[in-house]
């Protein structure tokens, strides 16, 4: 149980184009779904929380109209890079969180390496 | 406001060997989550060991257990009879119970290398 997909896992285009990458849960209802960006060799470091319903909350240093994120059910949630440059090159990654269930864990997907040409 | 510190970049044990982990933490907080996850080169995130701040037993998952010292504020990972698949980044994650986002404040990992 707990399965989030995301896609797509890999994504080249040319610069000036806008990418959209998709999370879903696919067995249970997340009410929180995070956005995460990986340098190599770095931790995760939080783009944004987005609640279903509502608009989402943005780290601080996170262009908001760079990095457009929609929540719009309790199973979906998307991210679209605008406008993407090389240096919006890096690997995206989504968790959920279970509706109700604090004690449990974030329930991450397989990752998307994106790659602007 | 909370910080997790993993102060070893870079881990070696030989395989079959025990091998540790440590993570401290900062928080003001007396309940909260703690995590272990572990990230092959695959990029997936999995969830190794979690351990809830107002249980005083240590967590364990098989070859994995941890050393959780609340007033040291300190989460340490022992891998057992370690195995090449535990090759890897291991991340140490703290969550507040409190702050209605369930959000994770991450280590920066360690690298953790299994020796044949």
């Known amino acids: 149980g707990a399965v989030v997909s995301q896609h797509p896992s890999w994504v080249i285009c040319k610069s000036g184009t806008s990418v959209k990458i998709e999370c879903r849960s696919l067995d249970f209802q997340a009410t929180t779904m995070f956005w995460y960006r990986q340098f190599p060799k770095q931790s995760l470091m939080l783009m944004a929380t987005s609640n279903e319903g509502s608009k989402a909350t943005y780290e601080q240093g996170v262009e908001k109209d760079k990095f457009l994120i929609n929540h719009a059910s309790l199973t979906l949630s998307t991210l679209t890079v605008t406008s993407a440059h090389p240096e919006d090159s890096s690997f995206y990654i989504c968790?959920?969180?279970?509706?109700?269930?604090?004690?449990?864990?974030?329930?991450f997907g397989d990752g998307t390496r994106l790659s602007i040409l | 406001a909370q910080t997790v510190t993993q102060s070893q970049p870079e881990m070696s044990v030989q395989e079959a060997e025990t091998v540790t982990l440590s993570c401290t933490y900062d928080t003001s907080e007396s309940d909260y989550y703690l995590f272990w996850y572990k990230q092959p080169p695959s990029r997936q995130m999995i969830l190794v060991i979690r351990?809830?701040?107002?249980?005083?037993q240590n967590a364990t998952e098989n070859r994995f257990s941890v050393n959780f010292q609340k007033a040291a504020k300190s989460f340490s990972l022992k891998i057992s009879d370690s195995q090449l698949g535990d090759a890897a980044m291991y991340f140490c994650?703290?969550?507040?119970?409190?702050?209605?986002?369930?959000?994770?404040?991450f280590g920066t990992g360690t690298r953790l290398k299994v020796l044949a």
């Open positions: 968790s959920a969180q279970s509706q109700g269930q604090s004690n449990q864990p974030q329930h």
């Open positions: 351990q809830e701040a107002y249980k005083q």
């Open positions: 994650a703290y969550r507040s119970p409190n702050s209605g986002t369930y959000k994770y404040i």
